[in-house]
């Protein structure tokens, strides 16, 4: 079932995306050579509890962490443990936010120190594909219109979507309908509405598209060993256009 959000509820949506938001801000500095991805755990689900948040993953079908932390060939669903971060690591780190009962999600990439050319183009394509899928996120549009923004543009660059893993509907759960893949047909799908929420989150490597599960049946990674990189925002479609409710202030237009 689809969830058509009030204006009201899409605002209660925004001021939970605003503190998630925040928190991604302060992991730009927090992030570093040494740290764990255990310390990032314990910083964000800190930081969440202490602005009157509940860091909403924990529970979520039995996963019991606050965050994603994904490094290097890991897609997604990354456990926090107690292995330093090396310089060089690029790391997704993905969390979801419970504030006055609106729910928010997103997941930002980040580099551990100093990056390499191939890094730098992951990233910058990953990034950039999750904002054209955000230009198709309007009234009328339909859920293919997103993925085919998001498949032609990565896939031109010379890497891979996902699609294993894919966007989805938000509140009020962080997991509810439609689905939202990154990959598809232009004009195919279900048509967007106002008042609908989705997140938009490209998973992209440098190899293959392909995947292998770990044993503890949540963590993904690459088949081949390559690279993955994820970007995502929670998107309020409305009649003045795409709403980014997880925005960090930097993304300009688009």
Same mark, same amino acid.
């Given at each position: 079932?689809?969830?058509?959000?009030?204006?009201?509820?899409?605002?209660?949506m925004?001021?939970?995306?605003?503190?998630?938001a925040?928190v991604?801000k302060?992991?730009? #500095?927090?992030?570093k050579p040494?740290i764990?991805s255990w +310390?990032? *755990?314990?910083?964000?689900?800190?930081?969440i509890?202490s602005h =009157?948040?509940i860091a909403?993953q924990i529970?979520?079908?039995?996963?019991?962490?606050?965050?994603?932390c994904?490094?290097?060939?890991?897609?997604?669903?990354?456990?926090?443990?107690?292995?330093?971060? !090396?310089? =060089?690591?690029l790391i997704?780190?993905?969390m979801c936010?419970?504030?006055?009962?609106?729910?928010s +999600?997103?997941?930002? !990439?980040y580099?551990?120190? +100093?990056?390499?050319? *191939? /890094?730098?183009?992951? $990233?910058?394509?990953?990034?950039?594909a999750l904002?054209?899928? @955000? *230009?198709?996120?309007?009234?009328?549009?339909?859920?293919?219109?997103i993925?085919?923004? /998001?498949?032609?543009y990565?896939?031109?660059?010379?890497?891979s979507v996902?699609? +294993?893993?894919?966007?989805?509907?938000?509140?009020?759960?962080?997991?509810e309908?439609p689905?939202?893949?990154?990959?598809?047909?232009a004009g195919k799908?279900?048509?967007?509405?106002e008042g609908?929420v @989705?997140? /938009?989150e490209p998973?992209?490597?440098?190899?293959?598209?392909? $995947?292998?599960?770990d044993p503890?049946?949540?963590?993904?990674?690459?088949?081949d060993g390559?690279?993955?990189c994820q970007?995502?925002h929670? @998107?309020?479609i #409305?009649?003045e256009?795409?709403k980014i409710?997880?925005?960090?202030?930097? *993304?300009?237009?688009?």
């Amino acid at each position: 079932m689809i969830t058509l959000k009030s204006p009201r509820e899409i605002e209660l949506m925004n001021e939970s995306g605003a503190l998630l938001a925040d928190v991604h801000k302060q992991l730009r #500095t927090f992030i570093k050579p040494g740290i764990t991805s255990w +310390d990032i *755990e314990v910083f964000v689900r800190d930081y969440i509890e202490s602005h =009157g948040g509940i860091a909403a993953q924990i529970g979520f079908e039995g996963y019991e962490y606050a965050t994603c932390c994904s490094i290097n060939n890991e897609i997604c669903h990354g456990f926090p443990r107690k292995k330093p971060l !090396a310089n =060089g690591d690029l790391i997704k780190v993905d969390m979801c936010i419970e504030l006055k009962g609106a729910v928010s +999600d997103s997941c930002w !990439a980040y580099i551990v120190g +100093d990056s390499t050319p *191939e /890094i730098d183009h992951l $990233m910058e394509v990953t990034r950039k594909a999750l904002y054209l899928g @955000i *230009e198709q996120a309007t009234v009328g549009n339909r859920i293919g219109d997103i993925g085919h923004a /998001i498949q032609t543009y990565v896939e031109g660059e010379g890497l891979s979507v996902v699609r +294993d893993f894919i966007g989805h509907g938000v509140g009020p759960t962080i997991h509810e309908s439609p689905a939202v893949p990154h990959y598809g047909e232009a004009g195919k799908g279900l048509r967007l509405k106002e008042g609908m929420v @989705i997140t /938009i989150e490209p998973m992209v490597n440098t190899g293959t598209w392909k $995947m292998k599960m770990d044993p503890n049946g949540w963590t993904a990674y690459t088949l081949d060993g390559g690279l993955s990189c994820q970007y995502e925002h929670t @998107i309020a479609i #409305t009649k003045e256009g795409p709403k980014i409710l997880t925005s960090q202030g930097e *993304e300009g237009t688009y």
